[in-house]
């Protein structure tokens, strides 16, 4: 980073306690240190939902006439510092606003509508982001459900006709893999295997047990193509072109015996059941159009810092060490804190650290990069 750069973010940080305050993250590639700036961060504090971040429902609706099931907001809750999204099972008919459902479906179902409600059997839940997203870093950590025909997971969604990307689509019967996907027009999503086959690229992903432990699922997304993470680690990689704006979306939904991620629920399958989420993050990329190979991007590692209540900063470190990384923060241009890189987190108290100027120092290789934390005055 040049002096006169530095010199200039320096500045217009200074000028704002808060926004020198404002999450960030560094991703540590071959080539060079890239910084990510917070584009969405819920750590899922308190008991509310934030209603400025999200819905708590599909906004088209929720009703799938063929498997009788309705996204229910009463089914997605924020309590005890985690996002819970439940599915369940019903016997009752429910009356839903014209523009929700399809009439013509209903007829072509043969369905018994009374008094215009519609037999519901399955209730299911999602969280869905206001805010769109072009390319970046998205992120979540969460615990599975084990069960036939739990079908929860975590992705985004365009729509423009249909682009979509999926971190995680996992089955609750199937506790060592997980569905990971691209979809988009034009055949994007095709892919050459062995040299000789053409076919789509979603596939199953091995990867040790998923349940009864937190797991964090990320997606790297930028115009080179997606990264796919499970616990920091590089499962899948897709040198796809996505152009529409996507919402982020967790949800956690049933499948049906026969169709799309069949088998469907059985007799033995628990009710109600959940699935919890600890947090959702997404982190914009600044040049994003200007990096990177895709190997850079596979390779890399990264450092967050989100500042926590308290006078903290909370640091985490993901991915993979070597000897050429350090990070530390100064004071005034003076080391003043080194950073362990080998822990996953560390929190720092600065409540009764001495005034001026800190800065977060990274060692990737032969280059150091600074970001501005605080100024203390």
Not at 26 to 52: K, M, S, V, Y
Request: net charge negative; charged share 20%; glycine share 6%.
């Amino acid at each position: 980073m040049s002096t006169v750069y530095f010199m200039v973010i320096t500045s217009f940080f200074c000028s704002s306690f808060a926004l020198a305050q404002k999450p960030f993250v560094a991703f540590l590639t071959q080539e060079r240190t890239l910084w990510g700036e917070a584009a969405l961060i819920d750590d899922f504090d308190g008991n509310e939902i934030n209603a400025n971040l999200w819905y708590n429902y599909y906004p088209w609706g929720g009703v799938s006439l063929d498997a009788r099931t309705y996204t229910d907001p009463r089914l997605c809750e924020q309590k005890d510092g985690l996002l819970v999204l439940s599915v369940d099972t019903v016997t009752e008919r429910r009356q839903f606003p014209d523009w929700m459902i399809d009439t013509a479906k209903v007829r072509s179902l043969g369905m018994d509508v009374a008094d215009g409600k519609i037999p519901i059997e399955r209730l299911t839940s999602a969280l869905w982001s206001k805010q769109t997203f072009k390319y970046g870093f998205f992120e979540c950590r969460c615990w599975l459900p084990a069960g036939k025909g739990y079908w929860p997971a975590f992705w985004m969604y365009g729509g423009k006709p249909n682009e979509e990307l999926d971190f995680i689509e996992a089955k609750g019967e199937r506790l060592k893999s997980y569905h990971v996907d691209v979809h988009c027009p034009n055949r994007c999503d095709r892919v050459r295997r062995w040299g000789i086959l053409d076919q789509p690229f979603g596939h199953w992903v091995k990867v040790g047990s998923l349940t009864g432990k937190w797991i964090t699922v990320a997606g790297l997304w930028t115009p080179a193509g997606v990264v796919f993470y499970f616990n920091d680690e590089v499962v899948a990689q897709h040198e796809a072109s996505f152009d529409t704006e996507m919402n982020l979306i967790a949800n956690f939904s049933l499948a049906m015996d026969r169709g799309p991620f069949s088998p469907g629920p059985n007799r033995k399958t628990a009710f109600p059941q959940s699935f919890y989420l600890d947090f959702i993050r997404s982190w914009s990329i600044p040049g994003v159009n200007e990096m990177v190979s895709m190997r850079a991007l596979k390779e890399g590692t990264y450092l967050r810092c989100l500042p926590k209540s308290n006078n903290r900063f909370q640091f985490e470190f993901s991915g993979k060490m070597v000897k050429t990384h350090r990070a530390w923060v100064e004071k005034d241009d003076n080391p003043f804190i080194e950073l362990d890189l080998t822990s996953r987190l560390q929190l720092l108290d600065y409540t009764y650290w001495p005034s001026g100027i800190y800065t977060l120092s990274i060692k990737n290789g032969e280059n150091v990069s600074e970001h501005l934390l605080i100024t203390i005055p």
